[in-house]
């Protein structure tokens, strides 16, 4: 008997193809939204009129009515930024204790992580990855240490124990440093913010999760980062702790693999990437400035300027394969509206050798081979239908369309939720 199938939306590339816009586009289909991997390094920006709101661990579909929100097992959670996430959205949204669950499973960041993260990445001087230094990556090297806090062990009574255990273990590890911290401010912060949590349903998400779906309930999978930051097929080691592809879905949720459905791919019509790491079509010039600056292009958790570039095909084609994708979902196409020229690499060379897949290596060395298109010239954020769009950006659809075999589903053309033409 063919089974109830949960849908999935991620990201194609380095992180921020705007995510969080698509899925509360796109929640309105579902009843529950559920977040299977990252941590509060995720930044995923909403627009509703004059309103904005970066969310960072609380799924995106949370500002909509009669949505369940799920916190699933693949996340890891640092209780202060959660609560402090969770009173900024009560401000909007009112209360939401009735629309947030969090997955027992789920890791707990400690402040000890994010003291471990950051005198590790002091310690790397110039060869840093780029952390957000939120702790995320000692806390994910705990979970598969097997030495991790989960939200379940906050109802039980070995809690504390479980807790200094922990604590004394990383302040053996920071006195192998060069690095002074003190944790006493933002550890009565982060205790105070567990016993608030409690207000929120701690669940077996995973049983949740498969009896809703049994009972015919539409859920979508909301993942973090970007594809090409996943821990094993991500530019290595420049990228996050988790499985970022579809395949994370099933670990971060307990769903299996049979019950994956459509794979919604989300990628800007250009490229960017924050923090190190080899970007391939990078931009050095009048250009790259221009998609910055008309993209406002600065991270959404870290603020920092962000890396800009041509779209690229050959890691597009590679994350889009990974993942199965089954339908496109294009980003920012209006960014690229004043253009006279948009490029596309369409494969790289290195020496003398033409490489058409990516590399190991994630592109270290190579120079692009790009595909010309010429501008569109047209204004796209005032149109709402298929069929008013310019002939030149339909021919650049159509290309990235039969370069990927996926078609696109919805093009972006602005930030507001309302600036989105679904294409069928």
Not at 340 to 369: M, R
Request: hydrophobic share 40%.
């Amino acid at each position: 008997m063919e089974k109830n199938k949960l849908d999935v939306v991620l990201g194609l590339q380095w992180g921020d193809e705007g995510k969080g816009k698509v899925v509360d586009v796109l929640t309105p289909s579902y009843k529950v939204v559920a977040r299977f991997q990252g941590g509060p390094n995720a930044g995923h920006s909403l627009v509703f009129g004059s309103d904005s709101f970066v969310l960072h661990t609380v799924p995106s579909g949370i500002f909509r009515e009669g949505t369940v929100n799920v916190i699933g097992n693949g996340v890891v959670i640092d209780p202060v930024i959660l609560m402090e996430e969770i009173h900024a959205i009560e401000q909007i949204a009112g209360d939401i204790s009735g629309k947030l669950v969090i997955s027992k499973r789920a890791h707990l960041i400690l402040p000890t992580h994010r003291m471990l993260d950051a005198a590790s990445e002091a310690a790397k001087g110039k060869s840093k990855i780029g952390s957000t230094l939120k702790g995320i990556g000692p806390t994910y090297m705990d979970k598969t240490g097997r030495n991790g806090l989960r939200v379940g062990d906050i109802l039980s009574g070995a809690f504390a124990d479980k807790y200094n255990a922990l604590k004394q273990k990383h302040f053996g590890l920071l006195a192998q440093y060069d690095f002074s911290f003190d944790i006493t401010e933002y550890e009565q912060q982060w205790m105070a913010s567990v016993e608030e949590l409690k207000r929120f349903p701690f669940i077996d998400s995973e049983v949740y999760l498969n009896r809703i779906l049994d009972e015919g309930t539409p859920i979508l999978a909301e993942g973090a980062q970007g594809s090409l930051l996943d821990i094993d097929f991500g530019t290595y080691p420049f990228v996050t702790s988790s499985n970022t592809l579809a395949a994370g879905v099933c670990t971060g949720l307990g769903v299996a693999p049979s019950r994956v459905g459509k794979v919604f791919g989300i990628f800007k019509a250009y490229c960017t990437r924050v923090g190190s790491g080899p970007f391939p079509t990078e931009l050095f010039d009048e250009d790259g400035e221009r998609l910055r600056a008309i993209g406002h292009e600065y991270g959404a958790t870290t603020g920092r300027p962000r890396r800009t570039g041509w779209l690229d095909m050959v890691a597009l084609k590679y994350t889009v394969m990974m993942n199965g994708v089954t339908d496109l979902i294009m980003m920012k196409s209006d960014v690229l509206d004043g253009f006279d020229t948009v490029k596309v690499a369409v494969a790289y060379k290195e020496g003398d050798k033409v490489l058409e897949s990516f590399p190991y290596d994630g592109g270290k060395d190579v120079t692009p081979v790009y595909k010309e298109f010429p501008g569109w010239k047209t204004p796209l954020s005032g149109l709402r239908r298929d069929e008013e769009f310019p002939e030149a950006f339909k021919n650049y659809m159509a290309f990235i369309e039969a370069e990927t075999g996926c078609r696109i589903k919805i093009v972006s053309v602005g930030p507001d939720r309302e600036a989105t033409v679904v294409r069928y």
